[in-house]
């Protein structure tokens, strides 16, 4: 059992049951709307080191609301995580908890149009078979953008989202930020780029196919210190890899990202500017098989010599305990937070 809070009356709890491939988030007390609901499933399914090269995903959950026809920011909520095999085009029927209907089905489908046409179907008749009156079919999960992600106009493509104080989003990230460094935390933004976000899923597909049976994409959340003057750049264009050198290439001519916060807090990575403010980003990096790092490569070895062009997906300072990661595609690293310091 984790506490997040813990001491205070506001609690988010939760409760982790490994062997049987289940868990619990219980919220008490707390304002919760659909972003960070969200952001909630999300970390709780880092929390339990989830990987998807064995099993396919499912999110069955159910909340209790204090009220339905009240504020409904505001409830009492237990979401239930089930890992099982979930083949494209099943259905898996789950209870409904105290939502004004019957039950919830879950489909697994894709953009696959021949796909979705047989599954809408399938729902038709199942919910025939059941004595249901109705069905309500949304797209939920149908983009490629985050969920908790805040809503942008059409014409916008980018933008900057200050992470309030309180918020669980908030924490999560200053949390893993403070595991390793001591400087304090003074603004947490979310970094909301589509075109940016479009190629890095791009990429993530590619590399999860290409590494179906050797662990997936390993997307993992790492670190990156950076200039004010860098920073926009950063924000607009993404890492360029094209300025590889500026602070080292002892492993390779790429993007460099620290496993922990402390390293890239250095002066050196994150140059203080006038008022002493630095900046961070916790990017989201897809790391797939790597290799270990050297001085002067441009791009990752050859995973077989009979095979030269196919390569590790990036490199590592020390292959048994990486603290560092180099990656040489720009698409493979997005950068997720900016975090300013002191």
């Given at each position: 059992?984790?506490?997040?809070?813990?001491?205070?009356?506001?609690?988010?709890?939760?409760?982790?049951?490994?062997?049987?491939?289940?868990?619990?988030?219980?919220?008490?007390?707390?304002?919760?709307?659909?972003?960070?609901?969200?952001?909630?499933?999300?970390?709780?399914?880092?929390?339990?080191?989830?990987?998807?090269?064995?099993?396919?995903?499912?999110?069955?959950?159910?909340?209790?609301?204090?009220?339905?026809?009240?504020?409904?920011?505001?409830?009492?909520?237990?979401?239930?995580?089930?890992?099982?095999?979930?083949?494209?085009?099943?259905?898996?029927?789950?209870?409904?908890?105290?939502?004004?209907?019957?039950?919830?089905?879950?489909?697994?489908?894709?953009?696959?149009?021949?796909?979705?046409?047989?599954?809408?179907?399938?729902?038709?008749?199942?919910?025939?078979?059941?004595?249901?009156?109705?069905?309500?079919?949304?797209?939920?999960?149908?983009?490629?953008?985050?969920?908790?992600?805040?809503?942008?106009?059409?014409?916008?493509?980018?933008?900057?989202?200050?992470l309030k104080q309180s918020s669980a989003e908030y924490k999560v990230v200053k949390e893993a930020f403070k595991r390793t460094s001591k400087q304090t935390v003074k603004k947490i933004e979310?970094?909301?780029?589509?075109?940016?976000?479009?190629?890095?899923?791009?990429?993530?597909?590619?590399?999860?196919?290409?590494?179906?049976?050797?662990?997936?994409?390993?997307?993992?959340?790492?670190?990156?210190?950076?200039?004010?003057?860098?920073?926009?750049?950063?924000?607009?264009?993404?890492?360029?890899?094209?300025?590889?050198?500026?602070?080292?290439?002892?492993?390779?001519?790429?993007?460099?990202?620290?496993?922990?916060?402390?390293?890239?807090?250095?002066?050196?990575?994150?140059?203080?500017?006038?008022?002493?403010?630095?900046?961070?980003?916790?990017?989201?990096?897809?790391?797939?098989?790597?290799?270990?790092?050297?001085?002067?490569?441009?791009?990752?070895?050859?995973?077989?010599?009979?095979?030269?062009?196919?390569?590790?997906?990036?490199?590592?300072?020390?292959?048994?305990?990486?603290?560092?990661?180099?990656?040489?595609?720009?698409?493979?690293?997005?950068?997720?937070?900016?975090?300013?310091?002191?």
């Amino acid at each position: 059992m984790n506490h997040a809070g813990e001491g205070k009356s506001d609690l988010i709890t939760f409760y982790e049951i490994h062997q049987g491939k289940t868990a619990k988030i219980l919220i008490s007390n707390v304002k919760v709307n659909y972003q960070m609901f969200t952001f909630l499933v999300k970390c709780l399914l880092i929390r339990m080191n989830t990987c998807l090269k064995c099993v396919k995903l499912v999110l069955f959950f159910a909340a209790i609301f204090k009220s339905l026809t009240s504020d409904l920011d505001e409830f009492i909520m237990q979401v239930y995580v089930y890992l099982i095999d979930l083949n494209r085009g099943d259905i898996f029927v789950s209870q409904s908890g105290l939502f004004p209907c019957k039950a919830f089905f879950h489909v697994c489908g894709e953009k696959d149009s021949n796909l979705i046409e047989k599954l809408v179907g399938n729902i038709i008749n199942q919910c025939e078979n059941s004595g249901f009156e109705s069905v309500a079919i949304p797209a939920i999960c149908a983009g490629i953008f985050p969920l908790y992600w805040d809503s942008m106009t059409p014409n916008e493509s980018i933008t900057a989202v200050p992470l309030k104080q309180s918020s669980a989003e908030y924490k999560v990230v200053k949390e893993a930020f403070k595991r390793t460094s001591k400087q304090t935390v003074k603004k947490i933004e979310r970094l909301q780029n589509i075109h940016l976000r479009r190629a890095y899923e791009a990429q993530k597909k590619h590399i999860a196919h290409k590494n179906a049976k050797l662990g997936g994409a390993g997307e993992k959340t790492l670190f990156h210190g950076t200039t004010h003057e860098n920073c926009d750049s950063i924000m607009k264009t993404g890492f360029n890899r094209r300025f590889a050198g500026q602070n080292a290439t002892a492993y390779g001519e790429g993007t460099y990202f620290a496993v922990n916060a402390s390293y890239s807090a250095q002066s050196t990575y994150s140059k203080p500017d006038a008022d002493g403010s630095q900046l961070m980003f916790a990017a989201l990096v897809l790391t797939g098989v790597y290799d270990q790092g050297q001085s002067g490569i441009k791009v990752p070895p050859p995973r077989n010599a009979q095979q030269p062009h196919e390569r590790y997906d990036s490199v590592v300072d020390n292959l048994n305990n990486p603290n560092m990661y180099v990656v040489f595609h720009d698409d493979q690293a997005y950068p997720d937070y900016l975090i300013t310091f002191k």
